[in-house]
């Protein structure tokens, strides 16, 4: 390249960077130009609000009105919200309750089945089996004792058992013992707590005395429940008097039938004799 | 939820009528019941059943071998079979559930324990 191409080639170049350079100063000028039209258009603005008397622009009505609205829908979603929450609240008491009255209704079902079965025979010792099934299945007693009340020694006398031998239970006074002192009282026996109870036969988990209104005719009295038990519920210690109450009913219907048929059996021998 | 047959097989009249009882809150479900295993035999040969429900300490027939026969019986080979046992029970429990039985149930019979046993096994 020879001196004058060179110098050709500079001048190109300062020609260029010129034409960038004054590119650049109108682009400038026009950002400056709009800066002042905007700071004016600010001033204008406030100009504006001071004449209306506001001090800033979140006193303007636009602004309150918007604020507004957010304070009542905040206030709206706090009520909604709250509202959830009562429901939940119902929803959980009905769940509960429903539990509730479900077992309630497994007890009424339980005891009708029992009491229809107690009343469905007049055969002392079918109602001894029908009492021992209900409470096996019914209560879930593994080991207990059904004892009778003899009116004439005043003591009680084991008639049925189930997993235990019936010969085995002891005769009880009336009084005497947790099992005499329920039928004394009339009340049933729970014990406090099942923790480290070994059987004892004058001294039972349970003992609920078989009543007639007020007049005891006899117990039963457990000695152990099923694993599956560890305590008793609310609703264990009602089937329990109400179950007493059938049994008893039942007993004694059977016992008075019993001992009616035998006598009509005796006087219809008696009669046979005379007449023949 | 109709046209469901199950067949309760019971020697015990208090808990046969306590499940009977306990089953009859299904609507739509029909219940046959049977006293042993021989008269749940005679009852299975009769008519078609979705649902067996069976006691296993019973008279001429026990509930064992209830179970072993149905679940030989190619009738019956997919029938779903509740036991009911006591607590105590394991050993039955076991056995039972070795020859074919799908489920146990233990004594003191729950209602809602039934149902939701007997719904599961039918896919009610």
């Known amino acids: 390249m020879s001196h004058h191409d060179e110098e050709t080639d500079a001048a190109s170049r300062a020609d260029e960077f010129l034409q960038v350079f004054k590119k650049g100063a109108e682009f400038t000028q026009d950002l400056l130009k709009e800066n002042e039209r905007l700071r004016f258009r600010v ?20 602004a309150i009105e918007l604020k507004k609205k957010i304070a009542a829908l905040e206030q709206e979603k706090e009520e909604i919200l709250g509202q959830i929450k009562v429901v939940e609240e119902e929803n959980l008491n009905f769940a509960n309750r429903y539990v509730e009255i479900e077992e309630e209704n497994n007890m009424l079902a339980n005891l009708y089945i029992a009491s229809y079965q107690l009343h469905s025979t007049l055969d002392f010792k079918e109602v001894l089996q029908i009492i021992l099934e209900i409470v096996i299945n019914l209560i879930g007693a593994e080991e207990f004792g059904v004892l009778l009340l003899d009116e004439k020694t005043n003591r009680l006398e084991p008639v049925a058992s189930e997993g235990l031998v019936t010969s085995e239970l002891p005769s009880v006074a009336v009084g005497k013992g947790i099992i005499g002192e329920a039928v004394h009282s009339g009340e049933n026996y729970f014990i406090d707590s099942m923790e ?9 988990i ?10 005891v005719i006899g117990v039963i009295a457990i000695y152990k429940l099923f694993t599956q038990k560890d305590e008793f519920t609310n609703v264990d210690y009602e089937l329990f008097t109400l179950l007493a109450g059938h049994a008893a009913t039942a007993v004694f219907s059977s016992r008075m039938y019993s001992d009616s048929e035998r006598k009509l059996s005796t006087i219809q021998g008696f009669i046979d004799l005379l007449t023949k | 939820m109709t046209g469901y047959k199950v067949l309760v097989v019971e020697d015990s009249p208090t808990m046969r009528q306590l499940i009977v009882f306990a089953l009859k809150r299904i609507r739509g479900f029909q219940i046959v019941e049977a006293n042993d295993g021989v008269d749940g035999l005679k009852k299975l040969s009769a008519e078609k059943f979705d649902l067996i429900l069976t006691d296993i300490n019973m008279p001429i027939m026990d509930g064992l071998k209830l179970v072993s026969m149905v679940r030989n019986d190619p009738n019956y080979k997919e029938t779903p079979i509740i036991v009911i046992t006591t607590e105590g029970a394991t050993e039955d429990r076991e056995r039972a559930l070795a020859l ?15 149902l939701e046993t007997g719904k599961k096994l039918m896919s009610v």
């Open chain 1, 43 to 62: 001033v204008k603005l406030e100009e504006t609000l001071k004449e209306k008397g506001y001090d800033t622009v979140d006193e303007s009505p636009d």
């Open chain 2, 100 to 114: 074919g039985a799908n489920e146990y149930i233990t004594t003191p019979i729950q209602t809602m324990k039934i």
């Open chain 1, 206 to 215: 349970v003992c609920i005395p078989l009543k007639i209104k007020d007049h």
């Open chain 1, 196 to 204: 480290g109870y070994e059987r004892d036969f004058e001294k039972p």
